[in-house]
């Protein structure tokens, strides 16, 4: 049984560019949500994707939109990157199934802006 | 909203003895979940434990457990017989029922031999 798994493991972007970064769910789980990670800091919620839509978002600005597809994957797209984009950033997923609505992390994309 | 703080930047153990982390969590909700996950070097989040908050007894999975004051909104957690493999970053985080997470700012724990 397959994890969460992200797609790639380190990007390298200049500032204005854009970037997308993908999840693949753990198997059996609909939900998943996108947190950021800066260096040395706990994760910080972005958005969180149920049925194609987001459902809740973060304190993040319009720059950072995201997609699901019907397979439950999800795709996270940053705008006119900043320097201060540089993070990890992690996919979770999750599923209301069995009532636990634990989340389980993927690897994670290391995205460094310059 | 909710609010989670971890006032221990780095703990250090030695191999085979017991330390605590500290959580303190802020929330109005009645209902959510608390976790704690490690973090190691090859930064893969790893659930540890979990705590319903309308469960009072305490959670315990083998070597980790923890100690959950739920009118001190206090969430510690305790790791015996620590090993060089448990050093890694601690995060205590919060969930409100089908909510987002909220993490602390973590503690970086090294266990040395």
């Known amino acids: 049984d397959a994890g969460v798994t992200q797609s790639p493991t380190h990007l390298i972007k200049t500032r204005g560019q854009q970037v997308t970064l993908r999840c693949s769910p753990k198997?059996?789980?609909?939900?998943v949500s996108w947190y950021q990670q800066a260096l040395g800091q706990g994760p910080q919620f972005i958005f969180q994707y149920y049925e194609e839509e987001e459902r809740q978002r973060g304190n993040f600005p319009d720059r950072f939109s995201g997609h699901q597809f019907p397979n439950y994957s999800s795709e996270l797209n940053v705008n006119a990157l900043l320097l201060g984009d540089s993070a990890l950033y992690l996919c979770?997923?999750?599923?209301?199934?069995?009532?636990?609505?634990?989340?389980?992390f993927g690897p994670g994309t290391r995205l460094t802006v310059t | 909203a909710q609010t989670v703080t971890q006032s221990q930047p780095e703990m250090s153990v030695q191999e085979a003895e017991t330390v605590t982390l500290s959580c303190t969590y802020d929330t109005s909700e009645n209902n959510y979940y608390l976790f704690w996950y490690k973090q190691p070097p090859s930064r893969q989040m790893i659930l540890v434990i979990r705590q319903e908050a309308y469960k009072q007894q305490n959670a315990t999975e083998n070597r980790f457990s923890v100690n959950f004051q739920k009118a001190a909104k206090s969430f510690s957690l305790k790791i015996s017989d620590s090993q060089l493999g448990d050093t890694a970053m601690y995060f205590c985080?919060?969930?409100?029922?089908?909510?987002?997470?909220?993490f602390g700012a973590g503690t970086i724990l090294r266990v040395k031999s």
């Open positions: 985080a919060a969930e409100v029922y089908g909510n987002k997470l909220v």
């Open positions: 979770a997923s999750s599923t209301v199934a069995g009532n636990t609505y634990e989340q389980y």
């Open positions: 198997s059996g789980h609909d939900t």
